[in-house]
């Protein structure tokens, strides 16, 4: 996600930024698209979701997993939806097995956006364990934080997401290693692919788009809460999640080429042979999860490939 001005050289940088990307009001009150009454309520009722799911969420542990998880896609949904946004899903995902689920990065959005229709691990900065409230919940939800300024932290992030995929868990990364505003792409980083390679699993390509672009990137130094405030002032946002045909890590020589073929899925518009021509609501769109559980811990797997030969850029 987003970042500081300053970054070690080692780290993806994006040219977008909120003067150049978003919209952001002008301090004298919300933009006109959507009206103060409409935005206090979108944000009231984003902000009392978000927190039920964490009240909530200690109620839910004892639940089948197949529950919960069901769970998680119906709150996650309902997040989006508070907050104003319209989604619409399109493809289907992997019916069984583990999965790495990669995705183009635009917005804090994408994360409950993936949730919606493929709960999984998520690969975040160190930095979204310290966010209000939404930290907390995604520490609940078992995020693998890592810190970006440590690139030694890098291989052993590898070998956690391997040991997940291994024991039959999902695990959903961004590899642009940073939010892009959806004009600006970035290139899929490798080194998370290894771990795909490593499991012998496949990966899930996602295409995230969101309309307007400028309402939802969250990109450079933007603030939390003026990005939280631009969604909900916007009079109909909408995003699209495209699953694209599932990648065999086999299929591929090493992670570089399976990244690019990553890449080059998500960057396709358009449908896919799953998806003739037509979106279908996220309740429709979600494999079966009976295969997909994430263990209660990580599990550490030594590499039949090196970690420490992953890529220096790392993950968001």
């Known amino acids: 996600m987003n970042g500081p001005a300053t970054l070690p050289p080692w780290l993806p940088a994006a040219p977008c930024t909120p003067g150049r990307c978003a919209a952001h009001p002008d301090g004298t009150g919300p933009d006109p698209g959507a009206g103060l009454p409409r935005a206090l309520a979108r944000l009231a009722a984003g902000t009392v979701t978000v927190l039920l799911g964490v009240l909530l969420a200690?109620?839910?542990?004892?639940?089948?997993a197949a529950a919960?998880?069901?769970?998680?896609?119906?709150?996650?949904?309902?997040?989006v939806r508070a907050f104003g946004v319209?989604?619409?899903?399109?493809?289907?995902?992997?019916?069984?097995?583990?999965?790495?689920?990669?995705?183009?990065?635009?917005?804090?959005l994408d994360i409950p956006l993936l949730a919606a229709v493929l709960p999984a691990r998520t690969v975040a900065k160190a930095e979204v364990r310290h966010w209000p409230v939404l930290g907390l919940v995604a520490a609940l939800g078992g995020t693998l934080f890592i810190d970006r300024d440590r690139l030694r932290a890098l291989p052993g992030t590898v070998r956690a997401m391997a040991g997940i995929?291994?024991?039959?868990?999902?695990?959903?990364?961004?590899?642009?290693?940073?939010?892009?505003?959806?004009?600006e792409r970035g290139r899929f980083r490798p080194a998370v692919f290894q771990a795909a390679l490593d499991a012998g699993c496949a990966v899930q390509p996602v295409r995230i788009d969101h309309r307007p672009?400028?309402?939802?990137?969250?990109?450079?130094?933007?603030?939390?809460?003026?990005?939280?405030?631009?969604?909900?002032?916007?009079?109909?946002?909408?995003?699209?999640?495209r699953l694209a045909d599932p990648l065999p890590s086999g299929r591929y020589p090493d992670r570089r080429a399976l990244a690019a073929a990553a890449q080059r899925a998500v960057a396709l518009r358009g449908t896919t042979r799953q998806d003739p021509a037509?979106?279908?609501?996220?309740?429709?769109?979600v494999?079966?999860?009976?295969?997909?559980?994430?263990?209660?811990?990580v599990h550490q797997r030594a590499s039949s490939r090196p970690a420490a030969a992953s890529s220096s850029r790392t993950p968001s």
Not at 90 to 108: E, I, M
Not at 278 to 285: E, I, K
Not at 287 to 297: G, Q, V, W
């Open 58 to 64: 200690p109620a839910a542990a004892p639940l089948p």
């Open 68 to 79: 919960r998880l069901a769970l998680v896609r119906l709150w996650a949904r309902t997040v």
């Open 86 to 108: 319209r989604v619409r899903y399109g493809g289907t995902p992997a019916a069984t097995g583990p999965l790495l689920v990669v995705a183009n990065h635009v917005s804090w």
């Open 165 to 183: 995929l291994a024991a039959g868990g999902r695990v959903a990364v961004f590899p642009e290693g940073s939010t892009w505003c959806g004009r």
């Open 213 to 241: 672009a400028d309402a939802a990137a969250y990109v450079g130094d933007d603030p939390l809460g003026a990005s939280l405030w631009r969604v909900v002032t916007t009079r109909r946002p909408t995003a699209e999640v």
């Open 278 to 285: 037509r979106w279908v609501p996220a309740q429709r769109a």
């Open 287 to 297: 494999a079966s999860d009976s295969a997909n559980l994430s263990p209660p811990s």
